[in-house]
């Protein structure tokens, strides 16, 4: 069974840096990619990034520039490494996993609990 | 960027109700596009992808159709475990896009 756990959340002032983590549990073979997603308080969903199996990076405008990908495989740990923060920012932060089948992506299958950044 | 659009934003239903939720993308992106549910302090739970595909775990009463750039999520029978926010996305193009959700409410 698949897990994902997120950490590194908190309280940050705007400008400021922060490295949130996503371990994953359960994974097998080259068919998973790991995406954040966000939700700001009161607002809907926002997908933020993703990371294929392959190493391929990709985001959403309103982060490029600012948030940063990367993988340790030794450790299954994602990270998304988030600099220049701002206000709008804030939101509770999901990874997920996107699994590649060969008839197509089953997106965002299995769910971390979350971790919360504020920044103000 | 490809726009997500849901409607309505609010319903509100009875139990046993059948009620439907549209979903219209701002280009084609059949059949790339999936549902959720999420519940307050819960992660969103997926229901539908590939347009129709029921996620497996899903009750049957849960179904998605629709093609192109017009799509819907309709639960035949309203159960009390239904009331929730409900968002359409789609994965066909990066950035992948969601709709603003649906709040499935109490008659």
């Known amino acids: 069974e698949v897990h994902l756990v997120e950490s590194g959340g908190g309280l940050i002032q705007p400008g400021g840096s922060l490295r949130l983590s996503c371990v994953a549990s359960?994974?097998?073979?080259?068919?998973?990619?790991i995406t954040w997603v966000r939700r700001s308080p009161g607002k809907g969903l926002e997908w933020v990034s993703a990371i294929h199996s392959g190493g391929a990076t990709y985001y959403a405008d309103s982060v490029k520039g600012r948030f940063t990908l990367s993988r340790d495989n030794s450790k299954n740990t994602l990270y998304l490494q988030m600099n220049s923060l701002r206000t709008e920012d804030t939101a509770l932060y999901y990874c997920a996993r996107v699994l590649a089948l060969g008839s197509g992506w089953v997106p965002f299958d299995v769910w971390g609990q979350g971790t919360t950044v504020t920044v103000s | 960027d490809i726009q997500m659009t849901q409607s309505p934003s609010t319903l509100s239903a009875s139990v046993g109700d059948r009620v439907t939720i549209t979903c219209r993308a701002g280009q084609t992106i059949s059949p790339w596009l999936a549902w959720y549910q999420q519940k307050p302090g819960k992660a969103p739970k997926l229901l539908i992808y590939?347009?129709?595909s029921l996620q497996s775990g899903v009750p049957s009463r849960f179904s998605g159709g629709g093609s192109e750039t017009e799509f819907s999520l309709t639960i035949s029978s309203l159960q009390p475990d239904d009331f929730a926010t409900y968002y359409c996305?789609?994965?066909?193009?990066?950035?992948?896009?969601f709709g603003q959700g649906t709040k499935v409410e109490i008659k």
């Open positions: 359960g994974l097998s073979g080259n068919n998973n990619h």
């Open positions: 996305q789609q994965y066909d193009t990066y950035p992948w896009t």
């Open positions: 590939r347009t129709s």
